[in-house]
């Protein structure tokens, strides 16, 4: 699945919806290669689906976008939590 240029508030509950179609179907990667602009609502949505992920015996992972996620992490305190849940790459 692949993420658009935002994930904030306006598009958690689209991107829900497809995040838990790509579970059902049992894939654990996305491509984020286009996002740059992420907000607290999204990286909760990231995090929850990373949990949701290891839940089910996976690792989510995540091309692209890495600093900008690691940057909002980093700036709400959740650094430990992304490299727990979540599997970066550029």
Known sequence: MALGPTLTIRDVRDCQRALQR???AGAARLDAHALRVV????LQLLLAAGRAAQRRGQRLALTGAA???RGAAESLGL????DAVLELSA
Do not use: I, K
């Open 67 to 69: 600093e900008l996620l």
């Open 22 to 24: 790509m579970a059902h």
């Open 39 to 42: 907000d607290t609502a999204g």
């Open 79 to 82: 650094t430990a939590e992304l």
